[in-house]
């Protein structure tokens, strides 16, 4: 399929005041988190909340700090989660796209909005009665 890139728009949850940031951002449905560089964090000052132990492609271990709540947009929709202070780019994982309901679209190496529901972000979820 190749390398899929996106723009995002990340923001502190936790102080509007702050301008949020436009980020290019690696899509890697392999890996769960949202992962942003060290210096996306002091642009949002970001806190670390505490550390996680993550396992490398490689297989090598690494304790990194874990930060948020951050805002992540992705065109009208947007959602709220931790990131890791990992790597040298940003990399939307699995959780924020899930999140979105975002869809990669191997055609084109992009990721859009699932064609199944266009309009509001859609999930599953078990409820014992609704």
Do not use: W
């Not at 670390?48 to 396992?55: A, D, G, I, N, S």
């Amino acid at each position: 399929m190749g390398t899929v890139y996106t723009s995002l728009t990340l923001s502190n949850a936790r102080d509007a005041e702050l301008k949020p940031v436009q980020v290019r951002a690696l899509v890697d449905t392999g890996t769960m988190y949202l992962s942003i560089p060290e210096h996306v964090a002091i642009q949002l000052r970001l806190e670390p909340l505490h550390q996680r132990e993550v396992t490398l492609a490689n297989g090598n271990r690494h304790l990194c700090p874990y930060v948020g709540p951050i805002r992540v947009q992705f065109e009208d929709r947007a959602c709220f989660t931790g990131a890791l202070i990992l790597g040298d780019e940003v990399l939307m994982g699995a959780i924020p796209m899930e999140d979105i309901d975002l869809v990669v679209t191997p055609l084109t190496r992009s990721i859009t909005v699932n064609p199944q529901s266009p309009n509001i972000p859609s999930s599953l979820a078990k409820s014992g009665s609704v």
